[in-house]
């Protein structure tokens, strides 16, 4: 088989097997060879074997559900990053700790999978997964102490900042106040997350040398927790190239709405949507 083909049989053992219980899938696609191994599992499941890990697992978490984040192959290995979810709502899950009793906690996880494939069959599976945050989450062990949440107000008090200081005055100097080390950055006219100090700083360079002109001014904001959601509307000049397109001149309006996650009193995710299409028409970039 193809790397393509692997890569697809992989997209169904996580479909069609882990979310949807198809126990036929291991009929039809595992080698009798096949050895599926976990650190924590004390041995490894064998051939028609793995029917029982997955029967437990879907007893345990009715809810199951497997999504594909990241896929890579090369020759007959597939590697699948995954998250996976579900409510402990079912039979007691078997880990090394013994019988955990359902107590009815949703978990969000992520894991990666070693599959080795061989003539159109499953003969391998390495997993590392984030078994200590699955216990957590459903009541096993202890969670871990949350940071503490400031005040809403104080919170607003930052996003306050990140419009009036950074967007509109270009004060790149306070990222490191108002961000996370960590900060991540999402807006769909972007195919990847902006990350770190130094990707905001090069992207918000990018945005004022197309617009040095630029002003957000915000019309609507809610805040809950360590969240802030703030809708707001931007007038602007095209004096210089954006996203490929040179200066046109135009002046521009658009509007959009940001979603912040705080953590520790600085920003940790910002989340984007805005009017791109009525953006790029304005500046030029089709009829």
Do not use: C
């Not at 699948?80 to 949703?106: C, E, F, S, V, Y």
């Not at 905001?200 to 805040?223: H, M, N, W, Y």
């Not at 309006?253 to 304005?282: H, R, T, Y």
Request: glycine share 10%.
């Amino acid at each position: 088989m193809s790397v393509e083909e692997n890569k697809v049989l992989v997209n169904r053992y996580y479909t069609e097997l882990m979310s949807a219980g198809d126990l036929s899938f291991v009929d039809r696609h595992f080698a009798p060879e096949f050895e599926f191994t976990n650190p924590t599992h004390t041995e490894p499941y064998r051939g028609q074997e793995f029917k029982d890990l997955v029967t437990m697992l879907r007893g345990a978490f009715p809810d199951l559900k497997f999504t594909v984040e990241h896929m890579l192959a090369q020759g007959d290995t597939v590697v699948g990053h995954w998250t996976a979810r579900g409510t402990h709502k079912g039979t007691p899950l078997k880990t090394l700790k013994g019988d955990i009793p359902a107590q009815g906690n949703p978990f969000v996880i992520d894991g990666i999978s070693w599959i080795r494939i061989e003539n159109g069959k499953f003969v391998e599976a390495r997993i590392n997964e984030d078994t200590l945050g699955l216990l957590q989450q459903i009541g096993a062990l202890p969670a871990p102490p949350k940071p503490p949440e400031l005040p809403i107000d104080l919170n607003e008090a930052i996003i306050d900042r990140y419009f009036n200081e950074l967007m509109n005055q270009g004060k790149l100097e306070i990222i490191p106040e108002i961000m996370t080390e960590g900060i991540t950055f999402r807006i769909p006219t972007l195919p990847e997350p902006i990350r770190g100090h130094d990707g905001l700083k090069a992207f918000i360079t990018g945005l004022r040398t197309g617009f040095p002109d630029i002003q957000f001014s915000v019309e609507r904001q809610i805040a809950e927790g360590n969240k802030v959601a703030s809708r707001w509307y931007i007038t602007a000049t095209h004096q210089g190239t954006f996203l490929g397109m040179p200066a046109t001149g135009n002046s521009i309006k658009d509007q959009g709405v940001d979603i912040f996650i705080l953590e520790g009193g600085k920003i940790a995710e910002i989340w984007v949507n805005e009017n791109d299409l009525g953006l790029m028409k304005q500046i030029g970039a089709f009829g």
